[in-house]
Each structure stands twice: as structure tokens, then as C-alpha cells.
């Protein structure tokens, strides 16, 4: 079973990713189903699944590429400037989907959801979550009281900032330092905090606006604290269960 699943994963990755340039994108989101390039995708396709499987399994291929092309001529006909992302998303989820579905016809499978609802996994979940939406809130509060003068500055510099980019660093961040405890790399959790103080605090530093500075040096030693706080939390209460 484990072998089936990763030659059908390494055949999709290939053919999704690997072998499919970016003018083949481009031609099939312009001509839909028109496009030539859709059925030489389906056909790199069907040829990696060939090789890959050694010509094996023939039903199961002929499955697998049919439901690739409808697929993907769905997602073709709904794509537009503003669900692009979310339909990339569901299109792999239900490419996957297929995948997993013939794994199991070919061989079944059981998903033991005691052990995936146990408690470790629901531990590790839950401190998951904490790390990257529950402590991105509460340094928010803990930050409040600076918030309206340091926007207010950074408003009147040049440039400014991707939208919610410093969440999503911050969740990043945490989440890397929160791993890094798990696997015993503290050694790792410094070389991240250099790396961002270079390439951080150079362009406050350039900018000259010491509020700034400092308001990032508050946030940066906050969000790492929480994550550190949290990976220890975790490690104590793991070895409890």
C-alpha cells in the first residue's frame, strides 16, 4: 500500500509541478479546454502513472487520468483574479482525494480515529493553535498601548508593508521556534533570531525611526518568549500522558 501511495504521489507531483511550465498555465486558463497544452498535461500525466506503476494496475490509471481532466477542466472554467488561490487549493485537495480512494480500492485501509483524536495528537494540536493565532492576539494586547503611535508613524515613511505580512511572520516564527524545541535544536532558534535581526532591524536602522526599532524589538523577544514558553509547556505535559 505504501508504495502504490508514493509512486501515485510522485506522479502527480511530477506532472502537477515538475513538468508542467508556467506558458502551459497560462495557455490553459486562456483557452480552457481548447488549449493543447491541457491534454499534454493529462498526457504526461498518464505516462508517468505507466512507468511509474510499470504498466500495472491499467484500471486504476485510466480512473485516475479521466477524473484529473475533469478536474482540472472545473477548475479551468471557474478560475478568475480573485478565487485562484482557493481553487489551486481545492483542486489538489480533490486530486489527492482521488488518490487516497485508489490506494484503498486496491488496498483497504483503516483510520483508527481513537489514535488520531488520542491524546498526544488533540496535546500538540491544541498548542498549535496557541502558537500562531492565540499568542498573535495576545501580543496585540500586550502591544496595544503602541500600536496607534507607531502605525501612525509608519503611515508617513516611504514604502509600507505587505497586507498582514507581520502576522504571518510572526506565525512563522513562532511555529519554527516551537518546532525547533520539540526536536531539542535550541542552537537553531538563534540563527533564526540573527537572521531576522539582519534582515530586520538593517532597514529600521536605515530608516532612522527609533520608535519603530523598538516596538519590532518588543514584538520580536515577545512572540519568541511565547513560542520557547510553549514548546517547554509541551515537552513537560507530553511526558505526563
Request: one cysteine or more.
Amino acid at each position: 500500500m505504501t508504495l502504490l501511495a508514493l509512486k501515485l504521489l510522485l506522479a502527480h507531483f511530477i506532472g502537477d509541478f515538475a513538468l508542467q511550465p508556467k506558458h502551459w498555465v497560462s495557455n490553459k486558463l486562456e483557452k480552457k479546454w481548447k488549449s493543447k497544452y491541457l491534454y499534454w498535461h493529462i498526457g504526461v500525466h498518464l505516462l508517468l502513472l505507466l512507468l511509474l506503476l510499470q504498466f500495472k494496475y491499467l484500471g486504476l490509471v485510466g480512473i485516475i487520468i479521466v477524473t484529473h481532466y475533469l478536474i482540472d477542466l472545473g477548475k479551468l472554467a471557474l478560475t478568475n483574479q480573485k478565487n485562484f488561490r482557493w481553487l489551486f487549493v481545492l483542486d489538489q485537495a480533490l486530486h489527492l482525494f482521488v488518490l487516497a480512494a485508489m490506494v484503498y480500492w486496491v488496498s483497504p485501509f483503516e483510520i483508527d480515529f481513537n489514535t488520531l483524536f488520542g491524546e498526544k495528537n488533540l496535546l500538540l494540536t491544541t498548542f498549535l493553535v496557541f502558537v500562531t493565532f492565540v499568542c498573535g492576539i495576545i501580543m496585540r494586547m500586550f502591544l496595544a498601548p503602541y500600536i496607534a503611535e507607531i502605525v501612525k508613524e509608519d503611515e508617513s515613511s516611504e514604502g509600507g508593508s505587505l497586507k498582514n505580512a507581520g502576522k504571518y511572520i510572526g506565525m512563522l516564527e513562532r511555529l519554527f521556534v516551537f518546532g525547533f524545541i520539540l526536536v531539542q535544536q535550541w542552537s537553531a532558534i538563534g540563527l533564526l533570531i540573527t537572521a531576522k535581526s539582519v534582515f530586520r532591524f538593517g532597514d529600521l536602522n536605515k530608516g532612522k525611526n527609533r520608535k519603530l526599532t523598538e516596538y519590532v524589538l518588543i514584538g520580536t523577544l515577545l512572540s519568541f518568549g511565547l513560542a520557547i514558553l510553549s514548546g517547554m509547556a509541551y515537552n513537560y505535559l507530553v511526558e505526563l500522558i
